[in-house]
Each structure stands twice: as structure tokens, then as C-alpha cells.
């Protein structure tokens, strides 16, 4: 789909050059969602991608991932990882999470991890997998200051977020302890290629790094729900922390019922908690 009160698209090449970026003024990244719905308030677009970003940076600490990382790309950590880093057990999750996107593999290669973020969609599995493992943003503001988020308190409700007026996400950080804990993914949609319903991911981190237990819940919530245990819960803790998500942030649209995300919740956080014992 064209954007027909665009006029300008700007490329820059530099950080100074992002700004300023005002209301009639649009990030533009893989475009996958800009170009697919009516975009009449805007007159331009700042097209992030050529400002040369490296997608995927490992080290010891961890995965930085550009903003502009495309899913693809994303996908293929759960490929090379291995090789790389034996020890990081989690990597099977990025696939898995690209996977819960309803999309396919033209929108893998054009989508950004970035995109995903900033629209904030309760079944933006970037999500899914940035909360799970404990991700942290950095976001640049235009005043040239930077500042950090973890990303389950980045996203505040549905397609709502934290990101203020002319603020751009630059990459999020996932750490080495989270990378190293086995993992255990479930996802249930109405349909077999439909838009995700429920994601439930588990996290047991290594004896090493303390052995607990982290239960992540999106698609089911408008925003993460992230409970970390000190090993695998009994049942009256885990049904404690699954009754302290508010009846308001189940979601409720076309992909399913509240009632049925949160009973579907509870019994996935049962499976992953018993996977992972
Ligand atoms: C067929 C199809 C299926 C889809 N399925 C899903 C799905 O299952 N779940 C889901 O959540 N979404 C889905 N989407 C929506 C969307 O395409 C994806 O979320 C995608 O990851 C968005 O990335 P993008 O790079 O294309 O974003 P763009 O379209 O370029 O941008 C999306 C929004 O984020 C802003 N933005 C992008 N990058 C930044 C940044 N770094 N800093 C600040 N603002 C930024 C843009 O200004 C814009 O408002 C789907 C889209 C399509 C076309």
C-alpha cells in the first residue's frame, strides 16, 4: 500500500540525523505494519534501516540485537548459536518465537525485532521472547541521552508503551545467565496459523547461575506478565501469581475470550513449570 501524504522520506546515515521527528513524523523500519493500514496523519518518514545497524552482536555478556534485526535474522540465532555458544541452551526459543508470528517468511525477512516492540501487540512474540529472557532496552532520545528499560515494563497495555514522543529504540540486550537456562514454549491459537492466543514461555536457569525458575506470559495479557520463582513453584504459588494479574489485562479481541486465555495461561505455566522440573 502507498502512503499518499507522505512527501518526504529521509535516510540518514548518522544519530544526528534521525531528528527531529516531529507528529507528522514516522520511524520507518521494515514497514511491514507502516504500509499495510491507512497512515493519513503522516507527511514523513525517517527510515531507520540505513542508518547501518549490525543485527546480531554476541559476546560474553550476552545477544545485543539491532532494533533493525529482521525476524529472520532473529530466527537464525536458534541455527548458529549452537556452533557459537553450546552452553546457551535457550536458543531453540527464537525460532519458536518467530514462529508465533502469523506471518510469513516474506514478512520474516522484511519485519523487524524493533517494529514488533514498539507496536506493542499483545501477540508480538518479540515480546514473548525479549520478557522471557529478560531483555532490556535501549532507547535514544532526541536530546542525545540514552536511556534503559526491561522490556515487560516497556510495554504497559495494548499497543501501548513507554516510548515517548520522538524517542527510538535502538536495540535490546539479552543476558548470558538467561541465554544459558533451558527453556520450555507453548503457544495456542484459535486456528492453526491464526494470530497467537496464549504464549507461556519457562525458564530454569542453571544450577550455577541459581536455579530459579521464571514463567512468562503474553498474548493471553495486553502486557507481559513475568513471575520468577526460586525453583519450580507448588501450585498455590503459581496459581498465587497467575490470580495477580488483573481481570482488565486479559485480552479480549477476536483471538479469544479472557476466560479462556487465563484458564489457558495456567494450565501452560503447569506444563512449562512441570517441563522444566
Ligand atoms: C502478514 C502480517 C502478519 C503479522 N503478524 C503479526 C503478529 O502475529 N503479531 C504481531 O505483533 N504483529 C504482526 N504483524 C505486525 C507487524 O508487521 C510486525 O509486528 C512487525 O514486526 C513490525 O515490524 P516492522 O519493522 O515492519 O515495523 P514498521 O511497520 O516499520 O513500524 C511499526 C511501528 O513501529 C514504529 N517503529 C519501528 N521501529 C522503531 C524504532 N526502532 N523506534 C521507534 N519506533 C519504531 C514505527 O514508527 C511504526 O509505528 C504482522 C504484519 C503482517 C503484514
Known amino acids: 500500500m502507498d502512503i499518499p501524504t507522505v512527501e518526504v522520506v529521509d535516510t540518514p546515515t548518522r544519530r544526528a ?3 527531529p521527528l516531529g507528529p507528522g513524523d514516522a520511524v520507518l523500519a521494515g514497514g511491514t505494519w507502516l504500509f499495510s493500514e491507512p497512515q493519513v496523519h503522516l507527511r514523513r518518514l525517517v527510515d531507520i534501516t540505513t542508518l547501518g545497524w549490525i543485527p546480531v552482536t554476541v559476546d560474553e555478556s550476552g545477544i545485543e540485537i539491532a532494533a533493525t534485526c529482521t525476524v529472520e535474522e532473529l530466527a537464525n540465532l536458534s541455527r ?15 525460532r519458536q518465537c518467530a514462529g508465533a508470528l502469523k506471518a510469513s517468511f516474506k514478512v520474516w525477512k522484511t519485519a523487524t525485532v524493533g517494529g514488533n516492540l514498539c507496536l506493542s501487540f499483545p501477540a508480538g512474540s ?21 536511556r534503559q528499560l526491561p522490556v515487560p515494563e516497556f510495554v504497559t497495555a495494548a499497543a501501548r508503551n513507554r516510548l515517548a514522543p ?3 529504540l535502538r536495540s535490546v540486550h539479552l543476558p548470558a545467565v538467561a541465554l544459558r537456562a533451558r527453556t520450555a514454549y507453548r503457544k495456542v491459537a484459535p486456528s492453526a496459523r491464526g494470530r497467537s492466543g496464549v504464549v507461556v514461555i519457562g525458564r530454569r536457569d542453571a544450577v550455577a547461575d541459581g536455579g530459579r525458575l521464571t514463567v512468562s506470559i503474553t498474548g493471553a495479557t495486553v502486557r507481559p506478565y513475568v513471575f520468577t520463582f526460586a525453583g519450580p513453584p507448588a501450585e498455590d504459588e503459581l496459581r498465587g501469581a ?6 482488565n489485562d486479559w485480552t479480549d479481541d477476536a483471538h479469544g475470550d479472557p476466560d479462556w486465555r487465563a484458564a489457558m495461561a495456567l494450565l501452560l505455566a503447569r506444563q512449562v513449570c512441570a517441563e522444566l522440573t
Do not use: K, N, Y
Not at 80 to 94: E, G, H, I, K, S
Open 166 to 168: 520522538a524517542e527510538v
Open 126 to 146: 518479540m515480546i514473548s521472547l525479549c520478557s522471557a529472557l529478560d531483555g532490556r532496552l535501549v532507547i535514544w532520545g532526541p536530546d542525545g541521552v540514552d
Open 17 to 19: 540525523e534521525v531528528w
Open 242 to 247: 497467575h490470580a495477580s494479574i488483573p481481570d
Open 80 to 94: 548458529q548459536l549452537p556452533d557459537q555458544r553450546p552452553d546457551w541452551l535457550a536458543a531453540p526459543l527464537f
